[in-house]
């Protein structure tokens, strides 16, 4: 299967910063990514698809970019609300699997 | 707006089985697959299985086949998730959520927990 490989595990970021979020995939997985968010004790929501395609709602401060094996998810002016934790999911391949996520914590 | 709403937490002995339900409402059920997802504490998400109800077709992750069953009633928009032979490992929050074109998710329900202890 995929193996989806996200870095930094935790990020540091002050409010109003910009942050970098990466996502490594074992094999080519074309633009077959979404990224999504989840804040403590909801469910994931989805906040990019076909690794650059902001999903319904989304606010602009949040691009994706990358193909292939290579993706970055940037949050280009945090606010307290974006503090959460970040997954990538490839779904190139079957199984679809997703990553180990990265915290996005206050400075 | 979509909504996927799913039943209420659950707490299983090993060895048992547990059916979780996710009813959907305000889009046409038949159009989208609904894919299961669970996360252990603490861990990102596991994709467990798919299902189409337009034509009941599904796939599951070579983890849990064998082990769990995933359908559909298209007469109440529900989607039901059953595993059996629950070990304690299986204690996680178990999703459902709409795919689209069997790819990203795109809504999801609020999480059913299990708990699986002796």
């Known amino acids: 299967e995929v193996v989806m490989a996200q870095s930094p595990a935790t990020l540091s970021v002050s409010p109003g910063e910009r942050a970098a979020l990466s996502c490594r995939a074992s094999?080519?997985?074309?633009?077959?990514l979404a990224w999504y968010q989840q804040r403590l004790g909801q469910a994931p929501r989805l906040l990019i698809y076909?690794?650059?395609i902001r999903a319904t709602g989304i606010p602009a401060r949040f691009s994706g970019s990358g193909s292939g094996t290579e993706f970055t998810l940037t949050i280009s002016s945090l606010q307290s609300e974006d503090f959460a934790v970040y997954y990538c999911?490839?779904?190139?391949?079957?199984?679809?699997?997703f990553g180990q996520g990265t915290k996005v914590e206050i400075k | 707006q979509v909504l996927l709403v799913q039943s209420e937490p659950e707490v299983k002995k090993p060895g048992a089985s547990v059916k979780v339900s996710c009813k959907a409402s305000?889009?046409?059920?038949?159009?989208?697959?609904v894919t299961w997802v669970r996360q252990a504490p603490g861990q990102g998400p596991e994709w467990m299985g798919w299902?189409?109800?337009?034509?009941?077709?599904?796939d599951y992750a070579q983890k849990f086949q064998g082990r769990v069953t995933i359908t559909t009633d298209t007469s109440t928009n529900t989607a039901y998730m059953e595993l059996r032979s629950l070990r304690s490992d299986d204690t996680a929050m178990y999703y459902c959520?709409?795919?689209?074109?069997?790819?990203?998710?795109?809504?999801w329900g609020q999480g059913t927990l299990v708990t699986v202890s002796s």
């Open positions: 959520a709409r795919d689209p074109r069997t790819s990203y998710l795109d809504y």
């Open positions: 305000n889009y046409t059920f038949s159009d989208y697959g």
């Open positions: 299902i189409s109800p337009y034509n009941g077709k599904t």
């Open positions: 094999q080519s997985l074309s633009i077959n």
């Open positions: 076909g690794a650059s």
């Open positions: 999911q490839q779904y190139n391949d079957w199984p679809r699997t």
